[in-house]
C-alpha cells in the first residue's frame, strides 16, 4: 500500500504491544476486545521477533504492553518482557487482575522481580467498576511505579472525581490521569475547551498548572495537595500527514502497533503494515509535546 515517507520523533515511535491473550472485562469503550474472539495465528514468539525488529531500527524506542492484559499470562509476559532490551522505557497498561491462576503475591512478585525493565505500570481504575478490581492494598507493595488512568465516559457527579483523586492521591500517593473517550476524540475538539465538561470540572476543583501538546494528544496537568492530576486527550489514530519545511509529503508516525500475530503495523485504526525498509530510513525531529503549549497559552485557573 502506498506511504508517504516516514518521519517521527527522535528515539522513534511508542511500540504498542497487544499481548496475545485476553482480559475478563467488558469495558464499554474497549476497541481491542473483539480482536480477542478469534485468537488465530496469535503468537508470543512473533511478537518478540517483532520486538527485536523494532529495537534493532529504534533502539532507543518506548515500548507499551497493552491488550487484552498483560499480566493474564504472567509467564508469556516474561518471555516479551525478556526480549527488550534495557536501553528502552517500558510501560504496562494493566488492571492488576487477580485470578485463579496468579492470587497478589504471585502478581507482586512478578513486578517486583522485573523493576529494573518496567518503567511504570498504567492501571485501569474507573468512576463506575468497569473493570474486576484488585485490593488497593496492592499498590503499598509495588516496588514499579504505577499510575492511575481512568477513562471518563458519559456523565459524572464532580463529587465522584475528587472521591477518586482522594482514593489514590491521599490514600496511596498515586498520580492519577482523566483521559476522555478516545473515541469520541477529533482533530476539533482535541483543544477545544469551551465545551469541554471533563475539563471544566477539573478546573472547578484543581489547581491547573500546564497544558503540553502535540498534533495528535494533549495533556493538562493539576495539582492536588502536592500530588500530580492530569487530563489527557488522544486522537483514535497516530498518523499525521504533513509537508515538511523542505517540501515533501511526510507520514509523521506517533505509534507502531505490533498485534497479536507479531504484524507490525504503522496505525492504530487502519490495518496497514508498517513498511519496515522504509522506517530504516525514517526522518526523525524533536519531540514536539510541547508544539501546541508555545502556540497556546492557557489562564491559571488559580484555585
Ligand atoms: S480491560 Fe482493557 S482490554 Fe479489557 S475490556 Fe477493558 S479496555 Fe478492553
Known amino acids: 500500500m502506498y506511504h508517504n515517507p516516514y518521519k517521527t520523533r527522535e528515539g522513534g515511535a511508542t511500540v504498542s504491544v497487544f499481548v496475545p491473550y485476553n482480559c475478563n472485562n467488558n469495558c464499554p469503550f474497549c476497541i481491542n476486545k473483539q480482536e480477542y474472539e478469534d485468537m488465530t495465528g496469535f503468537s508470543a514468539e512473533s511478537i518478540c521477533r517483532s520486538i527485536a525488529m523494532m529495537d534493532s531500527l529504534t533502539p532507543r524506542c518506548d515500548f507499551v504492553f497493552t491488550g487484552g492484559e498483560p499480566l493474564a499470562n504472567l509467564e508469556s509476559l516474561q518471555k516479551m518482557l525478556d526480549c527488550v532490551p534495557e536501553t528502552h522505557r517500558v510501560f504496562i497498561n494493566t488492571t492488576l487482575p487477580l485470578t485463579h491462576s496468579y492470587g497478589e503475591d504471585e502478581v507482586v512478585d512478578f513486578l517486583n522481580r522485573n523493576k529494573a525493565k518496567i518503567t511504570c505500570i498504567n492501571v485501569s481504575r474507573h468512576l463506575f467498576p468497569y473493570v474486576e478490581e484488585s485490593n488497593d492494598h496492592i499498590f503499598t507493595r ?88 492530569s487530563y489527557h486527550k488522544t486522537l483514535p489514530y497516530s498518523t499525521i500527514t504533513e509537508t515538511g519545511e523542505d517540501g515533501r509529503v511526510y507520514d509523521v508516525l506517533y505509534d507502531i502497533i505490533v498485534k497479536q500475530t507479531g504484524e507490525i503495523r504503522s496505525d492504530w485504526d487502519k490495518e496497514i503494515k508498517l513498511d519496515l525498509d522504509a522506517y530504516k530510513d525514517v526522518v526523525f525531529e524533536p519531540s514536539d509535546m510541547h508544539f501546541i503549549k508555545r502556540k497556546k497559552s492557557r489562564r491559571k485557573s488559580g484555585k
Open 142 to 229: 509495588l516496588e514499579v511505579p504505577a499510575r492511575i488512568n481512568c477513562v471518563l465516559v458519559g456523565g459524572h457527579d464532580t463529587d465522584k472525581l475528587l472521591h477518586f483523586v482522594r482514593r489514590f492521591s491521599d490514600g496511596l500517593g498515586l498520580p492519577v490521569q482523566f483521559r476522555m473517550d478516545y473515541t469520541k476524540t477529533t482533530p476539533e475538539n482535541l483543544y477545544d475547551e469551551s465545551d469541554d465538561a471533563i475539563l471544566k470540572d477539573l478546573d472547578s476543583i484543581f489547581e491547573f498548572v500546564s497544558l503540553a501538546g502535540c498534533r495528535i494528544r494533549c495533556n493538562y496537568e493539576f495539582i492536588y495537595n502536592g500530588r500530580q492530576v
